[in-house]
Every structure is written in C-alpha cells, then in structure tokens.
C-alpha cells in the first residue's frame, strides 16, 4: 500500500494507508503530451487534482501547494528521486498560445533578480534554463538551476518548474519529463481571462492538514503557501 502523509507544524507526521501506487508512466514519445482530456486515449491511471491529471510514479511525493491568502491549492508538485516537477494550468486564448509570452517575461523577471536565463529547444518545444540567485543564512549568494517547460492547449496553457539534479541532468530528468508529457489538462467550458489559474484539488484522500513551504522560485506572481503531501 501506499502512504499518505499527514500533519503540520506543529504536529507529528502520521502516516495513514493509501490506494496501491499507480503502474510507472509508460514510454510513449514525450512530444505526444501534455493531453487535453477530449483528446487523451490511454488507460494510464491518473490522480485527479481538478485541472490536472498527474500520472502515478513509484517512489514519487505529490505536493499540493496552498496559498497562504486566500486558502485556495496553487500548484501541484511532484518530487522523484531528489527532483521536482510544479504543475500549474492556466486558462489561455482560443486563437494563439501564451507560452512565448511567458517565456519572455520569465525571463526579464530572473534578469531582475540578478539570475541568468537561456532559451533552449527541449523536448516540449522551447524552454528556459535559468540560474535564481539564492541567499545562505550566512549571507553568501549562490545560484540554483530551474528549467521552465510548457505546452500551449486548446483554450490553456500547462506550465512545468523542474528543480534539483533533473533540471541539468539529462538522466535524471526523464521520469518527470514523462510525468509532464503525460499529464491531462481539464480546461472545463466556462469563460475565464487568459492566464487564469485553473481550479485544483486535494485528491480522494483522507483530510489533511497543510505542511511546510515548498522550495520554488520566489519570483513567481502567485504567492506559495503550505503544502500537502502525499507519498506513493
């Protein structure tokens, strides 16, 4: 059985029984995803997190990240082998993708900062390798890698942050890029102005309490707040 992890600050982590861990995701061609769920025609299980359908790794953590404001889930992560993987979908045009648009502004945001950033053909079209400057207790400055991939849809766009040895390590990377190349986006019918977060949820599982901070850039717009974990 898989574990479900639960608890928070100041509580001790207690470990409850969850569903069986799902089968590893299978070796389609990575270009062939992310899926829109009208056009999605495989029988890979998936966790059902509202706007994302994630496909199930042994071993892997999935994170919920919360918005300390407003309540609402933010993102959702998943962590393999000393890496992770953001998930965060949004609404976008009927007519054009936004992803160069993201790119862009990605960009400038981590030049600010005092990052580095290169554009970089990957397996999902153009993504960004960037360089965050980070700040030891200490008060030394370092920089931490990140990759940024995306994939326009129709009517979204599905943006992937991967950190730790997969976002420069070719070798560590290939069981998360699966993950992303995988995932199904529900859009849902209603109206909704471009790059609106699309709504998640806390999978079918048993109630949790929110836990620490995730480590993901700083820069990003929408504000990180606690998470919850479940271990597969």
Partial sequence: MGLFRRG?????DELVEAAEPDEQVDERPRTTGPFDVEDVDDDL?????GAVRVPGVQGMELRMEVDNT?????????LFDGS?????????PRSEGI??????EIAESVAQQGGSVDDLPGPFGRELLARLPTRSPEGRTSHRPARFVGADGPRWFLRGVITGRAAVEPEAAQVLERVFAATVVVRGNDARPPRDLLALQLPDQPEVTPTQEPEQPDFDPLTRGPEIT???
């Avoid at 299980?45 to 997190?49: E, N």
């Avoid at 992803?99 to 862009?104: P, V």
């Fill in 8 to 12: 928070g600050k100041d509580a001790d």
């Fill in 45 to 49: 299980p998936r966790v059902d997190l």
């Fill in 70 to 78: 407003t309540g609402t889930i933010s993102a959702a992560s998943v």
């Fill in 84 to 92: 992770s993987l953001q998930l965060q979908a949004f609404a976008a």
């Fill in 99 to 104: 992803w160069d648009e993201i790119r862009a």
């Fill in 230 to 232: 479940e271990i597969r």
